[in-house]
Nanobody, 115 residues
C-alpha cells in the first residue's frame, strides 16, 4: 500500500522556523521526484518546492531564500526546512511523490504562522 506521512507542522510566530518531514513507504520511494505543496483556506493547492531523485531542486518564488528542500533516499524521507516564516505561509502542507506518472499524496500537516 502506498503511504506518505507528513509531520512537523505547528504554530510558530512570524520569523520563526519549522522543519517538515515526509516519510514514504520503502516500496515506492526509490529515486522518484518528490515535492511539497501547500493549500491555504479558500485557495488552490500550490507548489512550494520539488526535488528529483538526482537532487535537482525547484522553488516557488515566494519561498526562495527561506525554504530548503532535501531528501534522504536511505531513509525514504524528504524534508522542508522553513525559515523566516511569514503569516502568508499559513497553510496545510502536503508531500507528493511522482511515480510513473501517478501522484501520491500525504494527508497534510498544518502550519500556522502568527503575526
Amino acid at each position: 500500500q502506498v503511504q506518505l506521512v507528513e509531520s512537523g507542522g505547528g504554530l510558530v510566530q512570524a520569523g520563526g522556523s519549522l522543519r517538515l518531514s515526509c516519510a514514504a513507504s520503502r516500496t515506492i520511494f526509490g529515486f522518484n521526484p518528490m515535492g511539497w505543496f501547500r493549500q491555504a483556506p479558500g485557495k488552490q493547492r500550490e507548489l512550494v518546492a520539488t526535488i528529483t531523485g538526482g537532487g535537482s531542486i525547484n522553488y516557488a518564488d515566494s519561498v526562495k531564500g527561506r525554504f530548503t528542500i532535501s531528501r534522504d533516499n536511505a531513509k525514504n524521507a524528504v524534508y522542508l526546512q522553513m525559515n523566516s516564516l511569514k503569516p502568508e505561509d499559513t497553510a496545510v502542507y502536503y508531500c507528493r511523490l511522482t511515480q510513473s506518472g501517478t501522484f501520491y499524496w500525504g494527508q497534510g500537516t498544518q502550519v500556522t504562522v502568527s503575526s
